[in-house]
């Protein structure tokens, strides 16, 4: 069955970095475009940013451009997202997500909080 699993999450300050990984198994990875959503306390779940499989075409949040780089490693069914200039207001969990076959399938999720 589709896993995925996210780790590097953590406790940082504003202006540090972070890479968060999504091991990912149970389908053709690359095949498939990945995405990183977060979601803050008391908001709604939005999605982070997203690369394709075929050329790696990426897209990201306003929010993050510039700071987050989304890539993918086919040959180790990972994906990443480097963060960097952190901000207090990326505290959130952060989710893995991918859709196979219509149905949507998430990790559990890496917390990121961002304070001094």
């Known amino acids: 069955q589709v896993q995925l699993v996210e780790s590097g999450g ?3 300050q504003p202006g540090g970095s972070l890479r ?3 091991a990912a198994s149970g389908f ?3 095949v498939y475009t990945m995405s990183w959503y977060r979601q803050a306390p008391g908001k709604e779940r939005e999605l982070v940013a997203t690369i394709s499989t075929v050329g790696g075409i990426t897209t990201y949040a306003d929010s993050v451009k510039g700071r987050f780089t989304i890539s993918r490693d086919n040959a180790k069914n990972t994906v990443y997202l480097q963060m ?3 901000k207090p207001e990326d505290t959130a969990v952060y989710y893995c997500n991918v859709a196979v076959r219509r149905a949507d399938y998430w990790g559990k999720g890496t917390l990121v909080t961002v304070s001094s």
Do not use: R
Request: hydrophobic share 50%; net charge neutral.
């Open 84 to 86: 960097n200039s952190l």
């Open 20 to 22: 968060l990984s999504c």
């Open 10 to 12: 953590g406790l940082v």
């Open 28 to 30: 053709i990875f690359s």
